[in-house]
């Protein structure tokens, strides 16, 4: 326990990264997965084709590689960034389809009557989706974009392994220097971690409750 | 564009014109990118002192593609990778009827522990587990990442088993515990078997996740598929052939991944198809049995 609180200023240093990594990667994540979102259900096909590929492709490799790819290949191929922000690339990438796909369940939980309502009302396109569907998918979009922010929050854990040092960085740290408290030290890093993800997950479960109700 | 979308009309020659300008539009800018990728790439480039031919060039891939030792560590990493995800979907699976079971107890005793437990398991980087598991129970990595991988994706199954079990009809358990089965009976015999099959395509997706997060591995010092490619390999043959590396596990991982996925798809329409649920039409065109899991 002593460990624990000797070392809490290195701590709530890598808590302080961990949550940097969360807000910034989580919306740049936001803007990128909605633009995805929205060209997969346009009109045009090339967009929506894009949209496609790029969604089954990133979710289908590992978060793994591609920080490594981020950490060690964009260095290797020339890039200077520093170890941040290609977490925070790689962490953004992986996210965005999720997004997208978050994004799109919502909008499949509007009515279908909606949008022929709209249609039929001879709106456009850009019209239907954003006067008619968005402003009533946002309230369903809300909960699972809240599920993606916490595996997020989980998935930062990785880029302590790529030179990063957040809180799961700090722990690997501490405990290979305190071979005597790796359990205190462990479950402290755990409990930064749940300071994030329970509240997160209370809030998507009240939002949810909350909407269902009002449909 | 198999089914026409509700969110636009059918086109007509003018939209249709204009479609075709703004993809020929996309597609120029798609393939600008990438054969400013390909250029790049094929450039030779100066690293660390020593100048390496262009990607494409044969020299950068001949000592490994020619070399059957260098195929036999890359299958036996992929074989390392398959062996650790096929164990930890088991004990993932019984770990999650565990859950689902103790969770739905009606004794307060054993329902508010196991409850927290479950938040925590849930709340918590997988990494971090695995990490935990191997200094702690020193078991090795090996058995940390499959005990992490499994006690983690157990907790997630298990909720969605506990969702399946809330959302069946009320009258399935009271019918089997008014025919004179035990409350255990009832679940076991009655209600799981339905909640598994509404569950199966959360559970298949899921299950397609650990796979794709055995490569956490790579941390924890587990010789898998990316670690012994990007560490191993890479140190014998040399730094020069990192990318050329990466490539060959970056396509190794989009075909295995690739290939679960679409079975997984194909066993949840058929067993949607089996129960006879019409595919509802809805307005974003229809969705993944994996976009209930998020990690």
Do not use: H
């Not at chain 2, 560490?231 to 590396?245: I, V």
């Amino acid at each position: 326990m002593n460990v624990v609180i000797d070392n809490l200023p290195l701590y709530l240093e890598g808590f302080g990264q961990t949550l940097s990594l969360l807000v910034i990667s989580g919306l740049a994540a936001l803007v990128v997965g909605t633009i995805v979102a929205v060209m997969r259900i346009s009109p045009i096909p090339s967009l929506s084709g894009f949209a496609a590929v790029y969604t089954e492709l990133l979710r289908n490799t590992p978060l793994t590689l591609v920080l490594f790819f981020c950490a060690i290949i964009l260095p290797y191929l020339g890039s200077e960034l520093p170890y941040f922000w290609c977490a925070i690339i790689g962490l953004t990438a992986y996210t965005s389809p999720f997004v997208a796909e978050a994004i799109r369940s919502g909008v499949n939980g509007v009515p279908i009557g909606q949008a022929e309502a709209a249609r039929s009302l001879g709106l456009g396109f850009g019209q239907t989706v954003g006067i008619i569907i968005f402003p009533q998918a946002i309230r369903m979009v809300i909960p699972p974009l809240i599920n993606v922010l916490i595996a997020l929050t989980k998935n930062t854990s990785v880029a302590g392994a790529f030179f990063v040092a957040e809180l799961f960085g700090v722990g690997r740290t501490l405990a290979n220097a305190n071979g005597n408290a790796v359990v205190a030290v462990l479950l402290a890093v755990a409990t930064f971690y749940l300071l994030i993800t329970i509240p997160l997950g209370i809030l998507a479960g009240r939002l949810e409750k909350k909407f269902v109700v009002q449909r | 564009m198999s089914a026409p979308s509700v969110l636009f009309d059918a086109p007509g020659p003018r939209a249709r014109r204009r479609s075709r300008i703004a993809s020929a539009i996309v597609i120029l800018v798609l393939a600008a990118g990438a054969a400013w990728v390909v250029y790049t790439l094929a450039q030779p480039r100066d690293s660390g002192g020593i100048t390496l031919p262009g990607f494409f060039d044969w020299s950068r891939w001949e000592r490994l593609v020619t070399d059957p030792e260098f195929w036999t560590f890359v299958g036996r990493g992929l074989l390392a990778t398959l062996q650790a995800a096929a164990i930890a979907a088991v004990i993932a699976i019984v770990v999650g009827v565990l859950f689902a079971l103790l969770r739905t107890s009606p004794k307060a005793v054993v329902r508010v522990p196991v409850t927290i437990v479950l938040e925590f398991v849930r709340g918590m980087p997988v990494l971090l587990m695995m990490f935990f598991i191997l200094l702690v129970a020193s078991t090795g990595a090996f058995w940390a990442v499959v005990l992490g991988l499994g006690l983690y994706n157990g907790a997630i199954i298990g909720e969605a088993l506990r969702a399946g079990i809330a959302s069946l009809p009320r009258g399935q358990k009271e019918a089997g515990l008014s025919l004179g089965l035990t409350r255990l009976q009832t679940k076991m015999l009655i209600e799981f078997p339905q909640a598994f099959r509404q569950m199966l395509p959360i559970i298949l997706a899921q299950l397609v996740v650990l796979l794709k997060d055995t490569s956490l591995g790579f941390i924890v010092g587990y010789n898998e598929l990316i670690r012994v490619t990007m560490n191993n390999l890479s140190a014998y043959y040399g730094n020069r052939f990192l990318f050329t590396l990466f490539v060959i596990t970056l396509v190794i991982y989009l075909t295995v991944n690739l290939t679960f996925s679409w079975v997984t798809r194909r066993i949840a329409a058929r067993s949607a198809r089996k129960r006879g649920a019409a595919a509802k039409k809805t307005i974003a065109g229809p969705l993944d049995p994996a976009d209930a899991t998020t990690e």
